[in-house]
């Protein structure tokens, strides 16, 4: 009830009231041991909407930990930290540079799901670009990738 409740406030573009319904909905599960890997990738995205890609690595992490075949949390994660990237003030520093790398991992292997629906592709790919251009421009500077 409380996911299908998340649903229909997230297809309102109501995304506080969304990621408090999937909150509500994990802590359900929690007490019973278990995670939905699916329920965290729609709170990463309510939060990738808010414009807090802190919460929404978490969730996405924890979609991916819970579901690896399920490429929304890569692409949420990817997202979330193309964002981190961009609020940042440090520039080419290597916690930067080590983010641009998480983040394209993160959207290689969203590429490689097999439940990545094909229409969905270019939309990976255009972040798979914005995250390569990140490390191109911070390579360009002192930063050295490890």
């Not at 599960?29 to 414009?51: P, T, Y």
């Not at 075949?69 to 520093?93: R, T």
């Amino acid at each position: 009830a409380r996911k299908a409740r998340g649903n229909a406030l997230f297809g309102d573009k109501r995304f506080r009231g969304a990621a408090e319904e999937y909150g509500a909905a994990l802590d359900i599960l929690e007490s019973r041991g278990l995670v939905d890997a699916k329920i965290c990738s729609n709170r990463a995205a309510c939060f990738i909407n808010l414009k807090q890609p802190v919460p929404a690595a978490t969730d996405a992490r924890r979609a991916v930990a819970a579901d690896p075949a399920w490429w929304k949390g890569h692409l949420y994660l990817g997202q979330a930290l193309l964002a981190l990237l961009n609020a940042s003030s440090h520039g080419a520093c290597s916690a930067n540079a080590e983010r641009a790398e998480q983040a394209l991992r993160a959207l290689d292997a969203c590429l490689a799901c097999a439940t990545l629906p094909a229409e969905k592709r270019p939309l990976v790919l255009r972040y798979k670009e914005l995250a390569t251009a990140k490390i191109y421009e911070m390579t360009g500077s002192d930063c050295v990738l490890q």
